[in-house]
């Protein structure tokens, strides 16, 4: 499973991506107001660190819009993913600008029907929301592999990005199931590493190496 980052924080992409844990980064509106920064010139600086696709979404609501601006973020830098919203619009722009050679990236999938549809408009990757519909008592994991099931019965290529990952369990769960693609925050990502055992073993360890009284270096 690839590992995006959903951040525009560059700290945070540069840490992960000096570890090679970065297979490609996602953001999306709010994620550029949280950054506090100018759209064009953070994620130009993310496409400089970062060698897989970008995802960078478009806001207009029209699928004209959409493409017109799925075309200036384009000019950002060649591994932009134009993200666009899982609306009929949004299906429309994403045939078009796949058409004439873009990635695609459908975001805001709540469910199977939206992500075959997608599909058919040949998007290079479908983003559902785990989190969200979790947020809501539904099993955004069960979407994950009700998609999964789909695109293997017919052979589509769209790639399953899960996203609105929360927690490291998410990222276990999505691989589990065969996400092409997954993007987390860095926290979870790195949270990924953690485990109450392995710190309770280290301690046992440091105690008992502390009584030897010996040194490695
Ligand atoms: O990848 C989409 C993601 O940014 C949404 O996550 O946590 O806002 O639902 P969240």
Redesign the pocket.
């Known amino acids: 499973m690839k590992f995006f980052v959903?951040t525009a924080d560059i700290d945070a992409i540069r840490e992960l991506n000096d570890l090679g844990m970065v297979d490609g980064v996602?953001t999306?509106p709010?994620?550029i107001m949280k950054s506090g920064r100018d759209i064009k010139e953070v994620t130009k600086e993310i496409c400089d660190l970062v060698d897989g696709p970008v995802s960078s979404e478009t806001v207009a609501l029209d699928a004209d819009g959409m493409i017109a601006e799925g075309l200036e973020l384009k000019k950002i830098a060649e591994n932009i993913a134009i993200k666009v919203p899982l609306t009929w619009d949004g299906l429309k722009a994403c045939k078009t600008l796949t058409d004439a050679g873009h990635m695609v990236n459908v975001?805001l999938c709540f469910s199977a029907n939206q992500a075959l549809l997608a599909a058919k408009a040949g998007a290079t990757f479908i983003?559902p929301?785990i989190?969200?519909l979790d947020?809501l008592n539904l099993d955004g994991m069960e979407l994950i592999a009700d998609i999964r099931e789909i695109y293997d019965n017919y052979g589509f290529e769209t790639q399953i990005l899960a996203?609105?990952?929360?927690s490291a369990n998410h990222m276990s769960e999505a691989a589990k199931i065969g996400a092409d693609v997954a993007?987390a925050?860095p926290a979870v990502i790195k949270a990924m590493a953690n485990h109450v055992l392995t710190d309770k073993g280290l301690d046992a360890f440091m105690s008992d190496w502390a009584k030897t009284g010996q040194k490695i270096i």
């Open positions: 959903d996602t999306n709010s994620i975001t983003s929301f989190g969200r947020d996203a609105s990952i929360r993007t925050p």
